[in-house]
C-alpha cells in the first residue's frame, strides 16, 4: 500500500512540474521535501522553518484529505486534522460525519487517524509562495481525489 502512495505522489509532483511551467513558474523536483509518515504514525510536531507544506492522509489505497499550510499555521499543520472540534474543516470530522467510518474510529479519532492512516508531507521553501502552493494543493484534488476534498 505505501509503495503505491509515494508512487502516485511522486508522479502527481513530476507532473505538477508542468503545470507550475504553463503559470510561468520554475520548479524542479529537488525543490521538493517529501516525508512519508507510515501507519502508525506520529503527529509533526512543528513546520520546519522557512517552508510551506501539502500534507495529505491516506487509507486503503484512498486518500482521505489534502490540505495546505503556510508558515504561520502550525496548528493546522501539527494537530488541527486530528481533533474534531478544533477547526471548522480537517479530518477527524470529516470522519465523524462519515456513517461508514464513524463506527469504525470510535470516540477518539486523532488515534484512530494516527494508528490507521499514512501520511504524506511535501515541502516547498516559503519563497515559492502561497499562491503555487495553492496550485499544487489544487492539482492533487483533482489528480489525487482525496474522499472529503469533493
Known sequence: MMNYMIY???????????????AHRQLDYNDFEIEYLMAPHKRPTALPPGKIAIYGFYYKEEWL???MVGPKSQARFTSQYYNPHSSPSNLAKSLMKDPEMSLAI????GKWIETNCDRVNIFLSDDKGLDLLA???SFLHVRLRPRYEK
Do not use: R, S, T
Open 65 to 67: 484529505k489534502i490540505g
Open 106 to 109: 470510535g470516540n477518539n479519532p
Open 135 to 137: 496550485l499544487l494543493e
Open 8 to 22: 502516485m505522489i511522486e508522479e502527481a509532483l513530476k507532473d505538477f512540474i508542468q503545470v507550475a511551467k504553463l
